[in-house]
């Protein structure tokens, strides 16, 4: 399969995929038990505002005509008011969107910070000291909880220590130190777990390179272990450890819910939290639409990126 | 791939890795089902004088604001958590079978439609599948767990194809093809038993991650409802008296990472001794 057919077949797969998660997230509000204008107002509500809010949710048209609708405004940025305080969706999240994407290049960033230092010193010795220090972190940061480490960050450093700001957010316009600030604790939280997992990849992948035969065919040439290292080893092995990066954003995406409550960011995660726990059908629906849309995205780039870096790989 | 024995049980038994992990889980199982029988203890009773005391012998984890014995209740705890992570792996593990076996065996078609069904749940990262599913049934325990079950499904299911495809062309399989057995038999006498060591590998680790995830849910209130008490109620309750009193977040999360340790541990030592050449997917934190 050429590079061509490849994409278009990759991309198509992606248009696809939105497609069906769109379906999905147009079906929440349709498929509660009952009469979601009803379950949203309550039992004591009067059928005159149940029947407003069913007008204002399109709940009176047919189910095709319902999607047509809701699909067309998705795509138009009409994207409906929150039922909680009256404001255009569209504004809500165009305001916490970029926070939530600070965020998690934040915590990618610190991911590979911790991972790429500790990956590399693993595999240079395997089996020694620092190869199991290595991953001992790793396996203690798969299975810390996010949150409760952020829990845990925020008391020592933020009531303890009093060296960081144990919440909120400051935009990087107004304050850029004070936004860093802001960011380092519910980053760490986050990152924890890229890190662990990255590091375990980069080691893993990095050892698999020194045992290919083009280490010991360059060995007999002549070079120094450390050249074919940095030259040929890590060359080889960065391209993984990129892609995997790529993915690790999508989960960090999922992870913002998550690390938003805790630490009181007001990002996407927590509209869409919010959302969910008021009911607030349409924050919740293009709340998740907006992140699954972006994972797909980066996954489609990620996946394209390595069809070029490396040729060989054809699906 | 080989079939589970008992020479893989004495070697996962001599696996260093693997005495710790059976250890953590081994103290973790039975704590879970005999503790709270042996430390009692109302999680709606209030006893009152006894409020956020710290720990002591008495009270090794301390009390919270109801003067509630916070070992006890993590050990309360444990049971929710063994419910949630046994139901979630039996029902993932069973539909993932069902569908990864159909999928591999079948090919074309109803492949096709089964692996794009897992792209697209695959496609929402993390915990949002879930988050979508509990938009729909609404919080609580039971809809959680629902929720995680159809979440790892597609992975056991994209676990189970991919190893499938590679016994599919096998010699027994053919054998059993040509004497003219069943479908249903080939799927699950011939070619089942020699998944076995894989789906028991991504068994723990699922295991272990939905005890992660049902956590995360419950500290955001979308999972166990209080007074019904959960490791994430704890930690969710203890964040607002962190300042006063740090034990009531600080023991439930330990416990929640030492029992996630214990079964991570015990995965990758399982996937040595009965899959050497697999690797162990750790990115299942959802």
């Not at chain 1, 595999?123 to 972190?137: E, K, V």
């Amino acid at each position: 399969m050429g590079w061509i057919t490849y994409s278009v077949r990759r991309l198509l797969i992606s248009v696809f995929v939105l497609f069906v998660a769109s379906i999905l997230i147009f079906s929440i509000v349709r498929l509660i038990p009952g009469d979601p204008a009803r379950v949203f107002l309550g039992p004591t509500a009067d059928q005159e505002a149940v029947d407003t809010l069913r007008v204002q949710l399109d709940l009176h048209l047919p189910i095709y005509e319902q999607y047509l609708n809701w699909i067309a405004g998705v795509l138009t940025g009409n994207w409906g008011n929150s039922l909680i305080n009256d404001i255009p969706v569209f504004d809500l999240v165009l305001i916490r969107f970029p926070r939530s994407i600070q965020l998690a290049i934040f915590s990618l960033i610190i991911g590979v910070i911790i991972s790429l230092p500790l990956g590399l010193l693993a595999a240079l010795q395997p089996n020694s000291g620092r190869d199991y220090a290595a991953l001992f972190f790793s396996q203690f940061g798969m299975s810390v909880p996010s949150f409760w480490l952020g829990i845990i960050l925020m008391l020592v450093f933020g009531r303890y220590l009093g060296v960081l700001p144990a919440s909120g957010y400051v935009s990087p316009m107004e304050d850029p130190v004070a936004a860093v600030s802001h960011m380092i604790m519910p980053a760490f939280a986050l990152g924890t777990i890229n890190a662990a997992v990255l590091t375990r990849f980069l080691r893993s992948e990095i050892l698999e390179q020194r045992g290919k035969e083009y280490v010991l065919t360059a060995r007999a040439f002549g070079h120094y272990k450390g050249t074919i290292l940095r030259k040929y080893v890590l060359k080889n092995a960065l391209i993984p450890y990129m892609t995997n990066l790529g993915i690790q954003f999508g989960w960090v995406l999922g992870g913002v819910v998550i690390i938003e409550v805790v630490f009181s960011y007001p990002g996407l995660g927590r509209l869409v939290l919010d959302g969910l726990l008021n009911r607030d059908y349409p924050v919740i629906q293009m709340g998740l639409l907006v992140l699954i849309s972006t994972y797909v995205l980066v996954n489609l780039v990620v996946d394209l990126t390595y069809s070029v870096l490396n040729p060989k790989i054809r699906y | 791939m080989l079939s589970p024995n008992w020479t893989m049980l004495k070697e996962l038994a001599a696996h260093r890795l693997g005495q710790i992990g059976l250890a953590i889980v081994a103290i973790y199982g039975i704590l879970a089902v005999l503790g709270p029988v042996v430390f009692t203890v109302d999680p709606s009773a209030v006893a009152g004088g006894e409020r956020y005391l710290g720990p002591s012998l008495q009270y090794p984890f301390g009390t919270d604001g109801y003067g509630r014995d916070i070992f006890a209740l993590t050990i309360l705890g444990a049971r929710v958590s063994l419910y949630v992570a046994v139901v979630v792996v039996g029902i993932s593990t069973t539909l993932g079978i069902i569908f990864g076996l159909i999928s591999a065996y079948f090919s074309d078609l109803v492949d096709e439609a089964i692996m794009r069904a897992v792209d697209v749940l695959l496609a929402f990262p993390g915990i949002l599948l879930a988050l979508v599913i509990i938009a729909i049934l609404g919080p609580g325990l039971n809809r959680a767990v629902l929720a995680l079950a159809i979440a790892y499904t597609p992975i056991m299911t994209r676990i189970v194809r991919g190893n499938a495809l590679a016994i599919r062309e096998e010699e027994y399989v053919l054998a059993a093809k040509s004497y003219g057995e069943s479908h249903w038999r080939i799927l699950f006498r011939e070619m089942l038993p020699n998944l076995t060591s894989v789906v028991i590998v991504q068994m723990t680790i699922t295991f272990a991650f939905s005890i992660l995830s049902e956590a995360s849910l419950s500290y955001l209130g979308l999972s166990a409802q209080p007074p019904q008490v959960t490791w994430g109620v704890l930690i969710s309750e203890g964040q607002s008296v962190i300042g006063i009193a740090p034990w009531v977040s600080v023991f439930p999360g330990l416990t929640i990472m030492f029992t996630v340790l214990g079964l991570t541990l015990l995965g990758v030592a399982l996937r040595d001794v009965l899959d050497p050449q697999g690797e162990v997917n750790m990115t299942q934190d959802i």
